[in-house]
C-alpha cells in the first residue's frame, strides 16, 4: 500500500519551526463564515426538520443575517480518521480497529472522503482521503503499535489537510488521551482546527479501573478540542461502547445544520470572532442543546 510518511515534516517547514514561531501571522480577508450546528434533545439525540427561523446567529454579540440555511445531508464530508497506536494502547488496538471498519462502512458515501491516520511517536497517513472501502478496511488492518504519543500533531496535521477540502470536516481521534511527544502544542492544534472548520470528536479509551492508566490532562484537551469545534467527546472502555461512541457519531453527522453568513462592520481589535447560535420557538420536546464552534479568526497562521 501506498503511504505517505508524514513524519511531522510539512513541505521544507517543521513543525519544530513552528513552535518556535508562534506569533507569526498572515492577514486574510473575511468573507463567508460558515457555522455548522447540531441540535441535540435531553437525551443527546440529534433534531432534524428545523428551518431558518428556528435559528438567531450572533457575533461577538451582534445579531447577524443568515445569508445561506441548509440541512446537511448532501454537502460532501471530509472525515480524517486518526488511530491512537501507541503502546499504552496496545491492548485495545484491535477494539479500535474493528469500530473503526464499522465507522467507515456505516458514514461514507460516494461523495465523502475518509482519510487514515495512525499516531505513535510519529503521525502517518495510512490511506489518503478516499471513499474506496476496501482502502479504508485495508489501511484500518495495517496498523502497529509504537511508542510514545503525538496527539497534538495528529490534530494539527489532520486540520491541516482538510482545509483545502470542499463541504463538512471532521476529525474523529480515537485515543486513551495522553500526548508524550508532540512538537505543536494544545493552542496550535486547536487554532489549525478552528481555521479549517474541522468538528472534532473524541473518542477516550479509559481502562476498566477508574484511575489506572489515566491521563486527565490530555483528555481535558480533547474534550476542550471538542467543545471549541462544535463536535463532541465520548468515554469508551469495551467494543461495545466504541460503537455505541461511532453510532452516535454518525447519526449527528447526518443531521447538521449550516448557518453561513455575511459579517457586519467590526469594532472590536481582536483577531477572533465569537460566535453564539440561539434557538428560537424550537418544537415541542425540549430542552434543545445547538453546538457549533466556537468562533473564528480574522488572522491565519503563517507556516
Known amino acids: 500500500m501506498n503511504k505517505l510518511r508524514l513524519a511531522l515534516i510539512l513541505c521544507s517547514t517543521t513543525l519544530a519551526s513552528l513552535a518556535q514561531d508562534s ?7 473575511v468573507k463567508l463564515v460558515n457555522v455548522f450546528v447540531t441540535v441535540t434533545d435531553a437525551h443527546g439525540g440529534p433534531i432534524a426538520g428545523l428551518a431558518k427561523d428556528n435559528f438567531r446567529l450572533k457575533e461577538d454579540g451582534k445579531e447577524q443575517r443568515i445569508a445561506v440555511f441548509s ?8 472525515i480524517v480518521l486518526a488511530i491512537d497506536t501507541s503502546l499504552s494502547t496496545k491492548k485495545d ?57 503525538a496527539l497534538f500533531d495528529v490534530v494539527f496535521l489532520g486540520a491541516e489537510a482538510l482545509s483545502t ?47 489506572a492508566g489515566r491521563d486527565t490532562g490530555g483528555e481535558h484537551a480533547l474534550i476542550q478540542f471538542s467543545e471549541d469545534t ?38 472590536s481589535e481582536s483577531e477572533f470572532r465569537r460566535i453564539q447560535v440561539d434557538l428560537a420557538n424550537p418544537p415541542p420536546g425540549g430542552p434543545y442543546q ?4 466556537a468562533g473564528y479568526y480574522t488572522t491565519k497562521d503563517s507556516f
Request: aromatic content about 10%; overall charge negative; hydrophobic content about 35%.
Open 165 to 211: 477540502r470542499q463541504g463538512r470536516k471532521v476529525i474523529v481521534a480515537v485515543t486513551d488521551g495522553g500526548d508524550t511527544i508532540s512538537q505543536v502544542n494544545y493552542k496550535q492544534a486547536l487554532r489549525a482546527a478552528e481555521e479549517s472548520e474541522a468538528i472534532i470528536y473524541s473518542v477516550i479509551i479509559v481502562p476498566i479501573e477508574a484511575s
Open 71 to 78: 440541512r446537511e445531508s448532501e454537502l460532501p464530508l471530509s
Open 93 to 149: 488496538l484491535p477494539l479500535e480497529q474493528a469500530a473503526a471498519h464499522k465507522f467507515a462502512h456505516t458514514i461514507v458515501r460516494p461523495q465523502d472522503g475518509l482519510a487514515v491516520y495512525k499516531f505513535s511517536e510519529e503521525v502517518t497517513q495510512v490511506v489518503p482521503f478516499t471513499s474506496d472501502l476496501g482502502r479504508i478496511d485495508a489501511g484500518i488492518d495495517h496498523m502497529h503499535n509504537g511508542s510514545a504519543t
Open 23 to 29: 506569533e507569526s501571522t498572515l492577514k486574510v480577508d
Open 230 to 267: 462544535g463536535g463532541k467527546y465520548y468515554y469508551a472502555s469495551s467494543l461495545a461502547q466504541l460503537d455505541e461512541a461511532f453510532r452516535k457519531i454518525s447519526d449527528e453527522l447526518r443531521m447538521q445544520y449550516l448557518l453561513a453568513y455575511y459579517p457586519s462592520q467590526h469594532y
Open 290 to 293: 445547538a453546538r457549533y464552534r
